[in-house]
């Protein structure tokens, strides 16, 4: 059964550092890993999507890579901003269930 | 509609009532999921939907919960006799198809229900 950790679960970081959110996952056989932001109180953001057979996407300040063979994925997040709070979300697509879900990492970027 | 709808947006009911939760997905798209987020859990798969059929319905909780789709469009997820430990915000995204490259999941805002 699939199972997916994120560490940390919760990160105060001051407005402009860059960071990493880590991600891994106990089965390597996935099609797809996908971050997702969600803020309070709202649904989900899709983020990145990373196919297995890729080793990183990036989109604006955000980039996130993937080791399939070590279960790993990581989100770094440059130059962070306070706009950035929000609980971020890993996910992968093994197949037989479409995504499962960490538990997330809550963001709090001080201004 | 641009993105995934879902009504009511909050849904507070009585112990023991029944509940209809309803999803739009993304026009086109054709595969649409059902999460549930209970409150300081992770986000929990229900069940899918691959046009009007549902290949796996083992993550529904229970015997009470039951979801259709009709049209390959809308679904709507029914909560029988609800229990207070069904409360929690229900998920519902769409996705092109199940194939990889068309797979990335678009989540709507979600339903807040309460049973009190």
């Known amino acids: 059964k699939q199972e997916v950790t994120q560490i940390p679960a919760a990160l105060s970081v001051p407005e402009g550092e860059n960071l990493v959110l880590n991600c891994s996952f106990t089965?390597?056989?996935?099609?797809?890993l996908q971050w997702f932001r969600q803020d309070p109180g709202k649904g989900l953001t899709s983020l990145l999507l990373?196919?297995?057979?890729?080793r990183e996407q990036t989109s604006g300040r955000l980039n996130a890579s993937l080791d399939k063979s070590s279960g790993r994925s990581t989100l770094y997040i440059a130059a962070s901003q306070p706009g950035d709070s929000a609980t971020y979300l890993c996910?992968?697509?093994?197949?037989?269930?479409?995504?499962?879900f960490g538990k997330g990492t809550r963001l709090s970027v001080i201004a | 509609g641009a993105g995934v709808s879902q009504s009511p947006s909050n849904k507070v009911t009585e112990k023991g009532k029944d509940v209809e939760l309803r999803c739009d997905p993304i026009?086109?798209?054709?595969?649409l999921y059902w999460y549930r987020q209970s409150l300081g859990q992770g986000l929990e798969f229900l069940i899918y939907?691959?046009?009007?059929?549902?290949?796996?319905k083992s993550g529904l909780p229970s015997d009470r919960f039951s979801a259709e789709r009709t049209g390959g469009s809308v679904s709507t997820l029914t909560i029988q006799r609800t229990q207070q430990e069904d409360s929690a915000v229900y998920l519902c995204?769409?996705?092109?198809?199940?194939?990889?490259?068309?797979?990335?999941?678009?989540f709507g805002p979600g339903t807040r229900l309460t049973v009190l």
């Open positions: 995204a769409s996705s092109l198809g199940l194939g990889q490259g068309r797979n990335e999941q678009f």
């Open positions: 089965d390597s056989a996935i099609y797809n």
């Open positions: 990373i196919q297995s057979s890729q």
């Open positions: 996910a992968v697509h093994s197949g037989n269930t479409p995504l499962v």
């Open positions: 026009s086109g798209h054709t595969a």
């Open positions: 939907f691959q046009g009007n059929s549902a290949p796996d």
